[in-house]
């Protein structure tokens, strides 16, 4: 089965500067996506951005860019000039690609504070 | 932007009673779900549907929940005799075959 860790439960950043949220995942599965969601205090889930493992180019959405280094089985998330409407809770989530429906695996999340 | 529909927002109901949230998820997915967060937790999955049957569920998917796609366009999650641990916000969403996932906005579920 497949896990989803991320070891950071809170993080805090300054507004406009840049912050790195870490995710790891544990798959012996080639075929994947990979992808980050936010929730904010309405706990709505919002799709920030989205990995292909079969691509090699890191995945970009304006302010926020991922990191993918698939031998570590390692995906960041960095969020450039940061704002205050980034605050929120940030999850990190695996898809298996090798079967049709598959679910979505979460990491336990991180709290993100933008301070003003 | 297709979106997800989820109703109601919030639901408080008595231990022990009956409860169905609903969800439309968008018309030309193929894969329906149901997702729990009690608060201050992960988000876990319960159940996946497809072509009107269950095609993977969950350890926490018991005898307690059922689903049902009862028309074209809804999909609803039952769980029978509400305990105070079902507490949580239950997400519905749809996908495609593969590809990303389209959230609802989630249906706060309250025991008391």
Redesign the interface.
């Known amino acids: 089965a497949q896990t989803v860790t991320q070891s950071q439960p809170e993080m805090s950043v300054q507004e406009a500067e840049t912050v790195t949220l870490s995710c790891t995942y544990d798959t012996s599965e080639s075929d994947y996506?990979l992808?980050w969601y936010k929730q904010p205090p309405?706990?709505?889930?919002i799709?920030v951005i989205?990995q292909e493992a079969y691509k090699q180019q890191n995945a970009t959405e304006n302010r926020f860019s991922v990191n993918f280094q698939k031998a570590a089985k390692s995906f960041s998330l960095k969020i450039s000039d940061s704002q205050l409407g980034d605050a929120a809770m940030y999850?990190c989530?695996y898809?298996s690609?090798e079967t049709?429906?598959?679910?979505?695996?979460?990491?336990?999340?991180t709290q993100l504070t933008v301070n003003p | 932007e297709p979106e997800v529909t989820q109703t109601p927002s919030h639901q408080v109901t008595q231990m022990g009673q009956e409860v169905i949230l609903r969800c439309v998820p968008i018309s030309n997915h193929?894969?329906f779900?149901w997702?729990r967060?009690i608060l201050g937790?992960?988000?876990?999955?319960l159940v996946?549907f497809?072509n009107n049957e269950i095609?993977?569920k969950?350890e926490i998917f018991d005898d307690q929940f059922s689903v049902e796609r009862p028309d074209g366009s809804n999909f609803t999650l039952k769980i029978r005799s509400t305990k105070l641990e079902d507490s949580a916000?239950y997400?519905c969403?749809s996908?495609p075959?593969?590809?990303?996932?389209t959230?609802g906005?989630?249906t706060?579920l309250t025991v008391v």
């Open positions: 996506y992808f309405s706990r709505q889930m799709l989205r999850f989530a898809r690609l049709s429906g598959s679910r979505l695996t979460f990491g336990e999340g | 193929l894969y779900y997702y967060q937790q992960k988000v876990e999955f996946s497809y095609s993977e969950s916000m997400f969403a996908s075959a593969l590809g990303g996932y959230f906005s989630g706060r």
